[in-house]
């Protein structure tokens, strides 16, 4: 026998014994209810992984709801293009800009609770598969929410609602009460090198 037709062979000796492991789990695994994901970390990526379950989410059938607590001074792709879809989508951009854009936390305070009080409605309405509350874990860190608060109606969601909250310096209780967790690292990034946001890779 070669050397190559042994690595097959070890090989597909090998993925038959995780087949084996990972059949045995997904068998295993058969609650099925509504799940909290926070995406955290300092690295790219959390808003556009929330996103992409957006549209896996409307590929289901299944209505979504996004509210955006900070961004909000200018336009992004993703806002462009679910709004093409007022009926599946229910999209709130709440924010004002990035806290040291404002420069007036009492106002960002405000906003904050002012797209909590959309958030709220919601997480109260079982017609609504997926809400996405982007950027909710930077103003659960300034304070300008109260994460028990915050953490009670989210509890109180419907039974088979998803939710998914994003924003670097997720706290403890966030992660805590979370399903699942992802933490973004930053390994390097463009911006570092002069080069600006632009159509389709927003920073």
């Given at each position: ?103 007036d936390r009492q106002r960002d305070i ?32 300034h304070g300008y929410l109260e994460l ?56």
């Amino acid at each position: 026998m070669s050397e190559s037709t042994e690595r097959d062979v070890r090989h597909k000796a090998r993925m038959q014994r995780k087949k084996a492991l990972i059949d045995e789990k997904i068998a295993q695994a058969q609650d099925e209810y509504g799940l909290l994901l926070v995406h955290s970390g300092n690295g790219k990526g959390k808003s556009s992984s929330a996103f992409g379950m957006v549209a896996r989410t409307l590929g289901h059938g299944l209505k979504v709801g996004v509210v955006q607590f900070i961004k909000g001074a200018a336009s992004t792709g993703e806002e462009t293009f679910f709004r093409r879809f007022p009926e599946e989508v229910s999209y709130h951009v709440m924010g004002e800009g990035f806290t040291w854009e404002t420069q007036d936390r009492q106002r960002d305070i405000a906003k904050a609770q002012e797209a909590w009080a959309v958030a709220q409605r919601l997480l109260s309405d079982d017609s609504v598969g997926l809400v996405v509350l982007d950027e909710l874990n930077i103003a659960l860190k300034h304070g300008y929410l109260e994460l028990d608060a915050v953490l009670a109606d989210i509890e109180a969601r419907p039974l088979l609602q998803h939710v998914v909250v994003t924003g670097r310096g997720a706290l403890p209780g966030m992660i805590e009460a979370a399903d699942t967790v992802t933490e973004m690292s930053l390994v390097k990034h463009a911006f570092k090198s002069g080069v600006k946001a632009q159509k389709g890779i927003e920073f």
